[in-house]
């Protein structure tokens, strides 16, 4: 089945982890099945969004490569919104109410003291026209729930959770529209996944009594359109939690910026998340059709997926020890080249140590104390240096014959009077980089003392 999936954020805040990976699972599955990936823009409460939010939505979207094959803003959609409210209101579906904030949190309070669910009681659906008709004289305006149908349970088979059931009298008749008119989330949410032709919502588990009331929405509205539309499927992925189990206010603020700091690769965080929370094994895969290839919402776990800052550290590392210099060469210090970034590679975490290790072909290094036998050794390097294809091996070899050094004796002295370091990358790779005349003063200065 070829997949339309969609992200639909509220632009009210930035991107955190979280919402990170429902983006990439949601890109993922529409890719695999060679389907779209929709972004949409979840900005009805005009309040709270912001075009700033919108931006920086589309540009973190950018850098991890999830672009969306489309983007909607449901802002943009009112009318769409009002229409379906008319037909469901015209059925019978919705049902305005008077009842203020106050009210509604003691009927709570008193359900909850007799032991009942704190659903809301339809106490609105009892009034008459006449009482109506007095609230609205009084000028309250009302807002508007959608009314549950009780007589069968709501059902389906979750993609990540398996067959669900929900008691719809155990739930509270939704609030989709505001007294000032404006909408919740409930049901623009809804219209926009039938129209989009949406096939597959993809989100949080916390959104799973959401779905619930959503699937009695889109039969409503389905009906309404004599059949026309599809109700997608859904499924529900664990939530993200920190590394010691516990949701956190951490992770609820870890978005990309952090990210780019602490100079992690976008396919580092996409390696990551594709896996976490799955039986496949996390894995530094760069390329993405490999891991489209595995992806699969069979191999979802119910339990909550624990973000590990090591495990990222991890796979950025292994990520950047494969990275090629074409994808790296325009964050690479100057005059470092492709032997350079083939050298110092192995070495790195992250790709912006790249400029440290080059400072050890560049200078100027760390001056070292070296012993007076050292010293005297450093001076048979500097007479036995010839430079060839390969000086490090040629050096080394010689060495080794003339002072019957070998080992760390024979290597270390001579990295660190080459590099001022005690490790580093491969000498091999590395001193042709340094260079001739680099390497030669570096030794003669260092057995000068
Ligand atoms: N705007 C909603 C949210 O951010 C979308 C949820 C959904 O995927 O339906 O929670």
Same mark, same amino acid.
């Given at each position: 089945?070829?997949?339309?999936?969609?992200?639909?954020?509220?632009?009210?805040?930035?991107?955190?982890?979280?919402?990170?990976?429902?983006?990439?699972?949601?890109?993922?599955?529409?890719?695999?099945?060679?389907?779209?990936?929709?972004?949409?823009?979840?900005?009805?409460?005009?309040?709270?969004?912001?075009?700033?939010? +919108?931006?920086?939505?589309?540009?973190?979207?950018?850098?991890?490569?999830?672009?969306?094959?489309?983007?909607?803003?449901?802002?943009?959609?009112?009318?769409?919104?009002?229409?379906?409210?008319?037909?469901?209101?015209?059925?019978?579906? +919705?049902?305005?109410? *008077?009842?203020?904030?106050?009210?509604?949190?003691?009927?709570?309070?008193?359900?909850?003291?007799?032991?009942?669910?704190?659903?809301?009681?339809?106490?609105?659906?009892?009034?008459?026209?006449?009482?109506?008709?007095?609230?609205?004289?009084?000028?309250?305006?009302?807002?508007?729930?959608?009314?549950?149908?009780?007589?069968?349970?709501?059902?389906?088979?979750?993609?990540?959770?398996?067959?669900?059931?929900?008691?719809?009298?155990?739930?509270?008749?939704?609030?989709?529209?505001?007294?000032?008119?404006?909408?919740?989330?409930?049901?623009?949410?809804?219209?926009?996944?039938?129209?989009?032709?949406?096939?597959?919502?993809?989100?949080?588990?916390?959104?799973?009594?959401?779905?619930?009331?959503?699937?009695?929405?889109?039969?409503?509205?389905?009906?309404?359109?004599?059949?026309?539309?599809?109700?997608?499927?859904?499924?529900?992925?664990?939530?993200?939690?920190?590394?010691?189990?516990?949701?956190?206010?951490?992770?609820?603020?870890?978005?990309?910026?952090?990210?780019?700091?602490?100079?992690?690769?976008?396919?580092?965080?996409?390696?990551?998340?594709?896996?976490?929370?799955?039986?496949?094994?996390?894995?530094?895969?760069?390329?993405?059709?490999?891991?489209?290839?595995?992806?699969?919402?069979?191999?979802? &776990?119910?339990?909550?997926?624990?973000?590990?800052?090591?495990?990222?550290?991890?796979?950025?590392?292994?990520?950047?020890?494969?990275?090629? *210099?074409?994808?790296?060469?325009?964050?690479?210090?100057?005059?470092?080249?492709?032997? &350079?970034?083939?050298?110092?590679?192995?070495?790195?975490?992250?790709?912006?140590?790249?400029?440290?290790?080059?400072?050890? +072909?560049?200078?100027?290094?760390?001056?070292?104390?070296?012993?007076?036998?050292?010293?005297? *050794?450093?001076?048979?390097?500097?007479?036995?240096?010839?430079?060839?294809?390969?000086?490090?091996?040629?050096?080394?070899?010689?060495?080794?014959?003339?002072?019957?050094?070998? &080992?760390?004796?024979?290597?270390?002295?001579?990295?660190?009077?080459?590099?001022?370091?005690?490790?580093?990358?491969?000498?091999?790779?590395?001193?042709?980089?340094? &260079?001739?005349?680099?390497?030669?003063?570096?030794?003669?200065?260092?057995?000068?003392?």
């Amino acid at each position: 089945m070829t997949h339309v999936t969609r992200f639909a954020p509220s632009p009210t805040g930035r991107l955190h982890v979280g919402n990170i990976r429902t983006a990439l699972h949601n890109w993922m599955l529409a890719k695999q099945s060679g389907g779209r990936f929709l972004l949409r823009i979840d900005d009805t409460d005009a309040e709270r969004s912001r075009e700033d939010y +919108v931006e920086a939505i589309r540009a973190d979207l950018e850098w991890l490569g999830l672009e969306p094959d489309g983007e909607a803003r449901q802002s943009q959609r009112l009318a769409l919104y009002e229409r379906a409210f008319a037909a469901l209101r015209e059925a019978g579906r +919705v049902y305005p109410c *008077y009842e203020t904030q106050q009210e509604l949190e003691l009927k709570r309070k008193i359900r909850l003291g007799r032991g009942l669910p704190p659903i809301y009681d339809r106490g609105a659906l009892e009034l008459g026209e006449a009482e109506r008709a007095s609230k609205e004289a009084e000028g309250i305006a009302p807002h508007w729930r959608f009314q549950l149908d009780h007589t069968a349970p709501i059902t389906w088979d979750d993609g990540v959770r398996g067959p669900q059931k929900f008691d719809p009298a155990q739930l509270s008749d939704p609030v989709i529209r505001r007294a000032d008119g404006s909408w919740l989330y409930m049901l623009p949410s809804a219209v926009d996944d039938l129209d989009m032709g949406i096939t597959q919502v993809l989100r949080g588990e916390d959104h799973v009594s959401n779905t619930a009331v959503q699937i009695q929405m889109f039969t409503a509205l389905i009906a309404e359109q004599d059949g026309a539309g599809q109700m997608p499927g859904f499924a529900h992925e664990a939530l993200l939690v920190g590394a010691e189990g516990k949701l956190s206010k951490r992770l609820g603020s870890l978005g990309c910026d952090a990210f780019r700091e602490r100079g992690f690769e976008p396919q580092a965080i996409v390696a990551l998340l594709a896996r976490l929370g799955t039986s496949l094994p996390v894995e530094p895969i760069a390329d993405r059709a490999v891991l489209l290839e595995s992806f699969d919402l069979a191999t979802f &776990g119910r339990a909550p997926a624990r973000f590990d800052d090591a495990e990222l550290e991890r796979i950025n590392a292994a990520l950047v020890h494969q990275m090629d *210099y074409a994808a790296v060469a325009e964050r690479l210090p100057e005059g470092m080249d492709e032997a &350079g970034w083939h050298a110092i590679r192995p070495n790195l975490s992250r790709v912006s140590e790249a400029d440290e290790w080059w400072r050890l +072909v560049t200078g100027p290094i760390d001056t070292r104390a070296f012993s007076d036998e050292d010293r005297a *050794y450093l001076a048979e390097a500097v007479r036995s240096l010839a430079w060839g294809d390969d000086p490090w091996r040629a050096l080394t070899a010689t060495l080794k014959e003339t002072t019957g050094r070998k &080992g760390k004796p024979l290597f270390l002295p001579l990295r660190q009077a080459l590099t001022g370091m005690d490790h580093g990358p491969d000498m091999g790779e590395l001193l042709p980089l340094i &260079g001739e005349t680099r390497a030669r003063e570096r030794l003669e200065q260092a057995a000068q003392g």
